[in-house]
């Protein structure tokens, strides 16, 4: 999918432990890290991931294909705390409570995802 998808967190500044957390997960995927834009690889496909430099701003994710990418996304917004934004679609939180620290003006729309399975079927479905 070539629509952009945005990574952001609103519950305060990432820590020490979410970076570590965060890079991880990023370098198994991207292993030439820590740039302004990369290429996640996926056994079926992967995306581009911008902003990877500047974890504390969240990323944007586009092209996304196949299906093990979208665990990934999930996966990420998971160890960061972030609410994973599809334009077009409702905002989805890997984490309920997260709702409480959203803006209101995108708090009315949300929905819980824990898989990527989750969060595919919120997008093909907006």
């Given at each position: 999918?070539s ?8 519950d ?8 570590v957390?965060?890079?991880?997960i990023?370098r198994?995927?991207?292993?030439a ?6 290429r ?8 581009d ?7 504390a701003?969240g990323?944007?994710?586009?092209h996304?294909?196949g299906t ?16 994973i934004?599809?334009v ?6 890997t984490?309920p ?10 708090a009315s729309?949300?929905?819980v995802?824990s898989?990527?399975r ?9």
């Amino acid at each position: 999918m070539s629509f952009d998808i945005f990574l952001q967190r609103f519950d305060g500044p990432l820590t020490d432990a979410d970076k570590v957390a965060l890079n991880a997960i990023i370098r198994s995927f991207a292993p030439a890290s820590g740039r302004a834009f990369s290429r996640f690889e996926t056994a079926d496909g992967g995306a581009d991931v911008y902003g990877e430099d500047d974890l504390a701003n969240g990323m944007m994710i586009n092209h996304a294909q196949g299906t093990l990418i979208w665990d990934v996304i999930v996966r990420i917004a998971q160890a960061g705390r972030f609410a994973i934004m599809p334009v077009g679609c409702p905002t989805c939180l890997t984490d309920p409570a997260l709702a409480a620290t959203l803006p209101s003006e995108i708090a009315s729309d949300t929905r819980v995802v824990s898989t990527g399975r989750d969060l595919l079927a919120v997008i093909t479905h907006s």
